[in-house]
């Protein structure tokens, strides 16, 4: 089983939607990460989180430390949003400041 | 001003042959990471630097070797290619600052082993 498991791997919504994509993992950990890789393949860091919520422009992150799960939403969903989206932790256990990688989920908003 | 590049961008080589790909930053960071990403297993760690000529494995070693004689440089050597080799790498660097660890990726190398 992996460590970090995102669901759903595939999503194909019309613009305008509501998007989340979720993320559970299974280890202790310092930090989650929400990435997002464009078609082009160049990977940008979107989020860090270590509790609660963030929000950036129509992007909100959230984790529940308990649960060990956390959520990436998108409001007003646009083509451009077209991507893959990747959740990685890093573990409690990590001293190098390694992340524990997600598959990734690919996201294709529809005009 | 990417802060991080890769060279180079696009590799094709032969089976046996060696490679070496380089990664170059401007941001004075501590830690650099190499990473190839193929179709269905996401990101693997080859590779990390936590120094200058302070280097470990990651969880897909075999096959790679590196070295960083300088903080901007951080090389990626494939002693002798396989097919198995052919994907996508990259680059990725981070520092700390009161306990943000943002990572910063280069674009890729896409490399070919025939």
């Known amino acids: 089983k992996n460590e970090v498991e995102q669901s759903p791997q595939n999503l194909t919504a019309q613009e305008g939607e509501f998007i989340t994509i979720n993320c559970s993992y299974s280890?202790?950990?310092?930090?989650l990460h929400w990435l997002q890789q464009h078609p082009g393949g160049g990977i940008v860091s979107l989020f860090m989180l270590s509790s609660g919520k963030k929000k950036h422009g129509r992007l909100i992150a959230t984790i529940n430390i308990q649960e060990k799960h956390s959520s990436l939403h998108i409001t007003a969903s646009h083509p451009r949003d077209s991507a893959v989206y990747i959740c990685?932790?890093?573990?409690?256990?990590?001293?190098?400041?390694?992340?524990?990688w997600g598959a990734g989920t690919k996201l294709i908003i529809k005009p | 001003d990417a802060g991080i590049t890769q060279s180079p961008r696009h590799k094709v080589t032969e089976t046996g042959t060696p490679v070496t790909l380089r990664c170059h930053q401007t941001e004075n960071h501590r830690y650099m990471y190499w990473y190839r990403q193929d179709p269905g297993h996401g990101l693997r760690l080859i590779h990390y630097?936590?120094?200058?000529?302070?280097?470990d494995k990651g969880e897909v070693s075999d096959g790679y070797s590196v070295s960083r004689s300088k903080t901007e440089d951080f090389l990626l050597t494939l002693e002798s290619a396989t097919s198995s080799q052919t994907s996508v790498y990259f680059c990725?660097?981070?520092?700390?600052?009161?306990?943000?660890?943002?990572?910063?990726f280069g674009s890729g190398t896409r490399l070919t082993v025939v």
């Open positions: 990725a660097i981070s520092s700390q600052s009161q306990g943000w660890n943002g990572y910063t």
């Open positions: 990685a932790v890093r573990s409690i256990m990590d001293s190098n400041y390694q992340l524990i």
């Open positions: 280890v202790g950990i310092s930090a």
């Open positions: 630097s936590y120094g200058v000529k302070d280097t």
